[in-house]
């Protein structure tokens, strides 16, 4: 199929905070949706107008509520963030992936696969064992055979190829920082970020997880939602 997204129609497949920056635009903050996540937004709203202030561009791709990063979303992002970019003329601009829960598997995942540079992700309580998370829950099944149906392969290659755990030899070597409530009960600390750190830390990686106490699921205490912002601003600095 062609590519129809230009910067005219841009707003009907994505959020885009780019008019709110004043001055050089420093980084692209991708904020991937969790699942079943499918907002609109017809105006701006808080964190984009504070990164604004910091040269931030944040961009929400409206990607298919199901979509477990599949290749079709990776596509999907890639066209938007090109759109961004030729817009703008940002051949060096810091890509900043981020998201919560499947939109945390999602951050991590499009590192492996976008034809993009990704410089750094910052994720919110990630799915990181796909295989693992596919018998977590009763509601997962349906949506992980719904996003990758069209696979050339089994579906447990599929949730593989598409869980970070297993992919960590494909994702690049840039700054990794997890924030994961302990007492989340939709995507498990102790089966998702231990085993994650410990084979991110032994493939050499730039890794960093922070253990949210008394929390449960993506629900960051407020010192804790201050880092995550804090650290976005960190990581789109020159």
């Known amino acids: 199929m062609e590519k129809i997204i230009n910067y005219d129609n841009l707003r009907k497949f994505a959020y885009v905070s780019d008019k709110l920056v004043i001055g050089k635009i420093k980084a692209i903050m ?9 907002a609109m937004h017809d105006s701006d709203f808080g964190d984009a107008k504070d990164l604004a202030k910091h040269g931030i561009v944040v961009v929400k791709p ?39 829960s499947m939109g945390g598997l999602c951050a991590l995942v499009y590192c492996a696969y976008s034809k993009h540079k990704v410089t750094s992700c910052i994720v919110n309580c990630p799915v990181c064992d796909l295989v693992y998370h596919y018998t977590e829950r009763n509601d997962l099944p349906r949506t992980l055979y719904s996003a990758y ?3 050339d392969g089994t579906l447990e290659e599929a949730l593989k190829a598409h869980s970070p755990y297993h ?26 970020a231990l085993p994650f750190k410990e084979r991110m830390i032994n493939f050499g990686h730039n890794y960093k997880l922070y253990k949210v106490e008394g929390r449960g699921h993506v629900d960051l205490s ?16 020159d």
């Open 30 to 38: 991708l904020d991937f949706m969790g699942l079943g996540g499918m």
């Open 62 to 100: 409206y990607y298919n509520p199901w979509c477990w990063m599949n290749k079709q979303a990776v596509d999907y992002t890639d066209e938007i963030v090109d759109v961004v970019i030729n817009k703008y003329d940002l051949k060096d601009v810091k890509i900043i992936s981020t998201g919560l």
């Open 149 to 151: 149906y069209g696979f």
């Open 167 to 192: 992919i960590v030899d494909k994702l690049p070597k840039i700054p990794y920082i997890v924030f994961h409530c302990n007492e989340d009960n939709a995507v498990s600390f102790e089966k998702h």
């Open 222 to 237: 407020p010192y804790m939602r201050n880092e995550f912002f804090n650290t976005i601003i960190q990581q789109s600095q």
